[in-house]
């Protein structure tokens, strides 16, 4: 398979402009993940889909955070507006069941 | 909710020799405990994982051992070698939540 895809790489934007990250599961997997890493705080769960469904998003950190899933090979992180303090690497991660996920190659995202 | 923790956060060890890496979790229905690693840039890899009704399972250079008992469990690399440099994050699941991840342990292979 081709693993977990997601897009953009790296992305730049200005504090207060509208962040769009997007993610590609592995086809067949019902769980998709959204991680944030960062040095300080380490791999957080931001949310998690069941069958396209939110199941949890007590990790979203606030409200400028918006996770979608409109069908099972798509889904998106939006953050609006953006400040610099988002600023960390974002992981999307689907599985079969819950268990081992596996991890796309993340967005890094700068707020400058 | 479970809670993990992860000892040491910083580890450096010669080529050749071992590295242990140990983890702490709380819930007891925890049942599945995988290990991921992390080189510089890249995504998180799993590379070997282990089920409550399992002590230890070994894959080449690399062992993990669970306690249940004391609710505790460690990754073993033996004869380390330059490209194991990397962070390692422990996780525990219990089956009805997703994975907890450990907060990392970033090992340095020197040569």
């Known amino acids: 398979d081709a693993g977990v895809i997601q897009s953009p790489r790296h992305e730049v934007t200005e504090m207060g402009q509208e962040v769009t990250l997007r993610c590609k599961p592995i086809s067949g997997h019902d769980y998709l993940f959204w991680y944030r890493q960062t040095m300080m705080r380490g791999l957080e769960l931001l949310i998690y889909?069941?069958?396209?469904?939110?199941?949890?998003d007590s990790g979203m950190p606030e409200d400028r955070f918006s996770a979608k899933m409109p069908n099972a090979s798509f889904s998106t992180l939006k953050i609006q507006p953006s400040e610099p303090r988002d600023s960390a690497v974002y992981f999307c991660?689907?599985?079969?069941?819950?268990?081992?996920?596996?991890f796309g190659s993340g967005t890094r995202l700068t707020v400058v | 909710g479970e809670n993990v923790e992860q000892h040491p956060s910083t580890l450096s060890v010669q080529e050749g020799d071992s590295a242990v890496i140990k983890c702490t979790y709380s819930d007891s229905a925890s049942n599945y405990f995988p290990w991921y690693k992390q080189e510089l840039g890249k995504r998180p890899q799993l590379i070997i994982d282990?089920?409550?009704?399992?002590g230890e399972k070994k894959d080449q250079r690399i062992a993990v051992t669970l306690n249940k008992t004391a609710k505790h469990f460690s990754l073993h690399i033996t004869e380390t070698q330059p490209e194991d440099s990397a962070v390692y994050f422990c996780?525990?699941?219990?089956?009805?939540?997703?994975?907890?991840f450990g907060k990392g342990t970033r090992l340095s292979v020197i040569a």
């Open positions: 889909f069941n069958n396209n469904v939110p199941i949890d």
């Open positions: 996780a525990a699941d219990s089956g009805n939540t997703p994975l907890v």
């Open positions: 991660a689907s599985s079969y069941g819950q268990i081992s996920p596996r």
């Open positions: 282990i089920r409550s009704n399992v």
